[in-house]
Every structure is written in structure tokens, then in C-alpha cells.
């Protein structure tokens, strides 16, 4: 039995209304074509418990600062995010924006500055149009409701549609729910999370152990995410938990944990393989399964580099049953195998087994790659480690799309 169905826990696909206490606004602020949904806003009646995860890159966005320093310093139970513009790498001024945008959020909202976070995603070095952006917030604010779709839509940019995801669990003796959104296509390689995304719940949560556990989820979840091996300088994932449901407050060592951590993994994992599924360009979502490695940060770092290779994801893209990209971005991971002791499927069609090619069917095994979802697993020998990682083949749109991305 799966932890999901363990505990209960109900994971419902796509973009479904918030949970009790929380809203959302969107508007087309004119920051992208005319007419285009370009700013949302998420915002709960409730003060929050919040916590974030960022990019490692050198290079970090404006905005990504601003809600670092709003998050560490205090709580935050508001976002207001753009898409269209980064603000990224544009210097003091990019600094000066990011915290107008909390401004006019907060004045619309009715709370305080530093209870507003922001994100911002789309094209780097540009200023931001500022008259364009603070009408987009305040016609967002004045737009909340509890449906999500809108604000779903606000955050896109080159993604073809919307993703989302709401789990429901008890947690003392509460129904409570946690529903997120995500955004990301291209610059897919995070080190901490996807491009953007954003979980809400009405759980009531203590505000260190939701951080600790953003933390965690993220490195099963997004971390395991690659489209093009390029990181963000804006990733950002932000989790909000205002307490409506009226349930105790969860703690690391409450014994609703593992329940409330089950269904806020859930949602991230949902969210994650809908990236990987939306990749730039891309026509199959690849799941990459290892099992039988020395732990789960060897079986991590196996199962991404297969998922991030070029040659796999090529080869997927062909329907091209080579066994052999696969053995060998294993061999590039760093983590330690015997190459004698590996059986690689395709779907459910062994390719590889004790250290030469198996006996298998060319058609059987291409076939196992044509489908929209491709499953390519290792089986090892060496301990009880195992874990997933989630790509995208690479075809001749990804480099369409980004050969004019700016112009």
C-alpha cells in the first residue's frame, strides 16, 4: 500500500478552489499582450505560518530576495506574482520594484508590506513596467475570489497549460486540504524547487517544522525535475498554512505528521511530474525509477542523470530502444554501482541484465517508448535505496521556442 492511500489522503489533479480562508485575484496588467492574464494575487484572510525554498543559482532575482528577507524576518500571507519579466539582474532599481509591488499589494490588501511576498518570472534583464504592474496587482486584489484558476494562468509563460493539485487528509480529527500551483517549461534544473510555485493550506502548521518539511519535499519532488539542465534565477516554492481547519498545530513530532507530510509531498510530486510533462517542446513525460541503490541520494543522483541526459532524451524522442545512453549517464552520476550487477527497462521490457544486453524484442522494446508517459527503470544490487526523477524528451520545438524566446 502506497503512504497516500495509507493515510487516507485523497490527490485530486488540477486547479480546484482554495482551501477555507484563502483567495485569488488575476489580472491583465498589459506587462505581456493585450488581454493576456499577467499578474495574481494569493491571499488569505488568516495570518500564516509560511516558508520557502530558493534557487542556488549565483544569480538571484529581485523578487526572490525581497521574499527571502519578508519570510525570514516574520510571516508572509500574501503573493503577488508576475509573469512577462524576471527582474532579474536589474541592480538596485530591480530591488526598489519588487518592494513597490509589496506596496501596492499590502495597500490593496489592507495588511502590512512585509506580509506580502512576490515572484516574478519571464524575460531577464528588463525593468519592470511599474504603472503596468501596479495596475495588475490592484485589479487582481480587486478580483479574489476563491477559484484559482486565474492566478494559475497569471504565472504562465511558456507552459501550454496550467497545473494544479489538491490534496485532502484528516489531521486531529479535521478535514484539511493542501492545494498548489506550479509554473515552469524551460530553464528546468532547479536546485531547490521549480521555477515558481505555491502551496496553501488551512492546516494549522508550526511555522519551523513547515519549513523544515518544505524543505524535505522539495528534494524528492522538484529537485528531481530536469527539462534542459539550466537553473532559474528566480525559483522560488512558497507554502502558506493559515489554521482554518481549526486542527492542532502540526509539528514534527505530532502524530499527524506523517499524514499532513504525505499530502503536501503528494501535491509537490503531482507537480513536479506536470513540469516534466509541459517541458519546452516536449511530447513524453519520462519517469526514471531506481531501486536497489546504496541509499536514496545514490538512487537520486542515478535516476537524474538518466532523466537529464541529452542522448536518453533523445533517444526517447525517436522511440529509439538504446539501452545504452541510459548505462551510461548511470556511470556519469557519481553515485557507486557494479555495472555487472544492473537491469534497465524500458516500460516492462528488460534491455540489460548482469552486465550484457538481454534477449528482448526491438519492436517491444521501441514501443515501450511511443506512449506520452515513458517509464525507464534500473534495478541494482547494492541496498535498499530507491527513488524517481522526471524529464521530457528533446525535440526540435525546444530549440524553436528558445531561439526567439526574447524577441
Known sequence: MNKFAEYGIKILPGVAALPEGFSCGAAAGGIREEGRLDVGVLF???????????????????????????????????????????????????????????????????????????????????????????????????ALGRGGEGFARAILTTDTGTKGCVARCEVSGRDVEVWGVAKGSGMIHPNMGTMLAFLATDAAVEKKYLQELLREATRRTFNRVTVDGDTSPNDMAIALANGAAGNVPVAKDSPDHPAFAAAVEGVMRHLAREIAR???????????SVEGARDEESAAALARAVAGSNLVKAAVFGEDANWGRVLVAMGYSGAPFDPGRVEIRFGDVVVFSGGEPAAYDEAEAGAALSGEEVRISARLDEGDGSAEAWGCDLTHGYV?????YRT
Open 278 to 288: 509541459d517541458g519546452e517542446g516536449a511530447t513524453k513525460l519520462i519517469e526514471v
Open 400 to 404: 524553436e521556442i528558445n531561439g526567439s
Open 44 to 142: 488569505s484572510e488568516l495570518p500564516c505560518a509560511s516558508a520557502g525554498v530558493y534557487t542556488r543559482n549565483a544569480v538571484k532575482a529581485a523578487p526572490l530576495l525581497v521574499t527571502r528577507e519578508a519570510i525570514e524576518g516574520g510571516d508572509v500571507r500574501a503573493v503577488v506574482a508576475n509573469s512577462g519579466n524576471a527582474n532579474a539582474a536589474t541592480g538596485e532599481r530591480g530591488i526598489a520594484d519588487a518592494r513597490r509591488m509589496q506596496e501596492v499589494a499590502a495597500e490593496a490588501l489592507g495588511v502590512g508590506s512585509g506580509e506580502v511576498a512576490v515572484a516574478s518570472t519571464g524575460v531577464v534583464g528588463e525593468y519592470l513596467p511599474m504603472e503596468k504592474v501596479a495596475r495588475g496587482i490592484r485589479g487582481a486584489c480587486e
